[in-house]
């Protein structure tokens, strides 16, 4: 294989992939090299997420997670009906439980209606109930254009059409990215197996993002923190009491959207997921230990102003992680007749947040360059929806930055 490449690209994630595919739309004749660390594409966050089409009613208005969100949600479903990608847009329902989630529940609708999320609507409590007949809520709001889909699918996808269409492009697998070495008109990408010639540079590694930045010689001073999410699956008897997707009404301070209800497209129905720090960063086990990822997570004063601050949910969090009993309790506050009989222990993710030094989780996406590189620092949850609009940012910010002529 030629050893040469016009851009390489870090990381087979879907956001790492849609970027890539987005410059070689542009650029054909160019060619791309994917690199991935594992056996497969996906097999790190987009591979262990919650499969939803978010619609992109949360997000700040402005922010880029929202303008991103409804282009990418209405990027994605054409890419899914084109490619025959099995999705259903099945719309859910957040439901507020207590009156003192009202006020949220409303900014987060003016939000929707402020991002051009189309179709939404107040619901009240009969109404919740014709949804979704188990749920109980005194107010909700009705989001009929998300969906779902599996995003490992779409990667997949987006991974074989770089190779088809574009015959210098390819994605390496098993090659994991360890160093860069930079010289006047390129820089070599040295991995565990082997060095490529890159005129260009774009990282994307969701969970080792800050790091394998930082080696490219980014200077960035914040740092990636993981939150393990576990999920219950919904036994044969439970599935009866969920027809498509519950959420509650998020805890604003917080950029995780509560344990929530979701029918997947593989026709389980999934109840998570929580949010607990893990201590490897891309550990799923609950008990899994990395010294790197603790000492270097605990070196940063980020961390300790982030455990300062939020002990108590993180202690809440950490105790639900252990206890089937908790865990069920949360969920009765959305479906009270749940019981221990209808869930049962499921798989987990672990999400990338990036964290600052002032002990703050950035919860936008955030995009940076220098010299002949992109570096992808924060793709948080809907940056799966998201993908595909993602990835046209990065194609322009390859077109304006990068020497692609
Ligand atoms: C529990 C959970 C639920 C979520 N639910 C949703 C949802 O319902 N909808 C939604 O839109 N989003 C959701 N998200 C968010 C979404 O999954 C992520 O934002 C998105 O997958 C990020 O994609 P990525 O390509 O940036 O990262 P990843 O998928 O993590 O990919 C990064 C890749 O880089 C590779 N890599 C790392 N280091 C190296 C190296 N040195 N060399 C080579 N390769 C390397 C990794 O192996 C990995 O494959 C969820 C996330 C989680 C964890």
Same mark, same amino acid.
């Given at each position: 294989m030629e050893n040469s490449f016009d851009l390489v690209v870090v990381g087979g994630g879907i956001v790492g992939l849609a970027s890539a595919y987005k410059i070689n739309l542009k650029y054909p004749d160019k060619k791309i090299l994917v690199l991935e660390k594992e056996p497969q594409v996906a097999s790190h966050q987009t591979g262990h997420n919650s499969g939803v089409i978010h619609s992109g009613i949360y997000y700040k208005p402005g922010s880029y997670r929202a303008k991103n969100c409804v282009e990418g949600r209405r990027e994605l479903v054409a890419f899914a009906r084109e490619h025959h990608i099995k999705h259903d847009i099945c719309g859910k329902i957040i439901v507020a439980t207590k009156a003192s989630e009202l006020d949220h529940m409303h900014r987060v609708f003016n939000n929707g209606l402020q991002n051009g999320v189309e179709g939404i609507e107040q619901i009240d409590a009969r109404r919740i109930k014709e949804i979704e007949p188990y749920c109980t809520g005194i107010e909700g709001i009705w989001v009929p254009c998300t969906g779902i889909i599996d995003y490992a699918e779409v990667a997949r996808k987006l991974a074989e059409l770089i190779e088809a269409r574009f015959p210098g492009s390819r994605i390496l697998t098993g090659?994991? *990215?360890?160093a860069f070495e930079k010289h006047p008109d390129h820089t070599t990408v040295i991995t565990n197996r082997g060095k490529f010639e890159a005129k260009n540079i774009v990282t994307c590694a969701g969970l080792q993002s800050d790091r394998v930045a930082r080696k490219e010689g980014a200077k960035t001073d914040n740092t990636i923190v993981g939150f393990r999410g576990d999920y219950y699956e919904l036994t044969e008897q439970g599935k009866?009491?969920?027809?498509n997707l519950i959420y509650p009404?998020?805890?604003? *301070?917080?950029p995780f959207l509560g344990v929530h209800f979701t029918r997947m497209i593989s026709g389980e129905t999934e109840c998570g997921p929580n949010a607990v720090f893990v201590?490897?960063?891309?550990?799923?086990?609950?008990t899994d230990f990395s010294l790197k990822d603790t000492a270097e997570a605990f070196g940063f004063g980020g961390t300790w102003k982030f455990f300062y601050k939020n002990w108590r949910f993180g202690l809440d969090e950490y105790r639900r992680a252990f206890s089937k009993k908790l865990f069920l309790q949360r969920l009765q506050g959305l479906?009270?007749?749940?019981?221990?009989?209808?869930i049962t222990p499921g798989r987990a993710g672990v999400r990338a947040m990036l964290l600052v030094k002032e002990g703050k989780m950035s919860d936008d996406f955030e995009i940076e360059h220098h010299d002949n590189a992109i570096h992808i620092l924060n793709a948080p949850s809907p940056a799966a929806t998201a993908s595909l609009a993602i990835g046209t940012r990065v194609q322009q910010m390859a077109t304006e930055y990068l020497r692609l002529n």
């Open positions: 090659h994991e *990215v360890t009866t009491k969920v027809k009404v998020p805890n604003p *301070v917080y201590f490897k960063r891309e550990g799923y086990g609950k479906i009270p007749s749940l019981t221990m009989e209808d």
